[in-house]
């Protein structure tokens, strides 16, 4: 069974410093990694995808990197923004299921 | 369509009802997935399609859960005698089928709540 683990559960930050998410899954044997942000009430909006053959993915602010053999991944998201306050979940998709595993999340709250 | 439908957004029901969910996939998307959100709980996985046929259905909870899938396009997920413990979000996701896995979209959800 794959266990994903999100680390830490909430985090409040000022306005303009750099946010640190990490990601933790027991087996290494996926297919890719989706980082997700949920806002309150809302359903889920997919922020980046990482093949398992990718170390990295950028998209504006956020940068996701992906380490496969130590079950890792960490998502920045730089100079936070009271509007990047959200849920923001991993997923992961082993090769041997077709399902993704989710975390917990992580809680964030930029403030102004 | 350009996003996950589902409808309806919001069901409030008595203890004992059936109720029906919908969803209607990412044009083209094979692949579907209905997840159960609790309130403050993770996301619960209950059933994959690929196309019509869903090869894995022993994540919902209980008998009272089907779901099904109709054309390849819209799945149906139907709750029989609800009961206050099947209040959730429930939510439905589609993908590009294929190897890797295509990157997964969800709908806003459709919230339920039994009385």
Redesign the interface.
């Known amino acids: 069974k794959q266990e994903v683990t999100q680390i830490p559960a909430a985090l409040s930050v000022p306005e303009g410093e750099n946010l640190v998410l990490n990601c933790s899954f027991t087996d290494s044997a996926i ?2 990694l ?1 980082w ?1 942000r949920q806002d309150p ?6 922020l980046l ?1 990482i ?2 053959s990718q170390r990295e993915q950028t998209s504006g602010r956020l940068n996701a990197s992906l380490d496969k053999s130590s079950g890792r991944s960490t998502l920045y998201i730089a100079a936070s923004q009271p509007g990047d306050s959200a849920t923001y ?1 991993c ?1 992961v ?1 082993r090769v041997s299921d ?8 992580t809680t964030v709250t930029v403030r102004a | 369509g350009a996003g ?1 439908s ?1 409808s309806p957004s919001n069901k409030v029901t008595e203890k004992g009802k059936d109720v029906e969910l919908r969803c209607d996939p990412i044009s083209g998307h094979t ?1 579907l ?1 209905w997840y159960r959100q609790s309130l403050g709980q ?2 619960e ?1 209950l059933i ?1 399609f ?1 196309g019509n046929s869903a ?2 259905k022993s ?1 919902l909870p209980s008998d009272r859960f089907s779901a099904e899938r109709t054309g390849g396009s819209v799945s149906t997920l139907t709750i029989q005698r609800t009961q206050q413990e099947d209040s959730a979000v429930y ?1 439905c ?1 589609s993908s590009s089928g294929g ?3 295509g ?7 459709s ?1 339920l709540t039994v009385l």
């Open positions: 297919y890719n989706q997700f009430g809302k359903g889920l909006t997919s995808l093949q398992s979940l997923a998709r077709y399902k993704l595993s989710f975390g917990a999340g | 996950v589902q692949a997935y993770g996301l996985f994959y690929q090869p894995d994540g939510l996701a190897a890797p896995p990157e997964l979209f969800f709908g806003e959800g919230r």
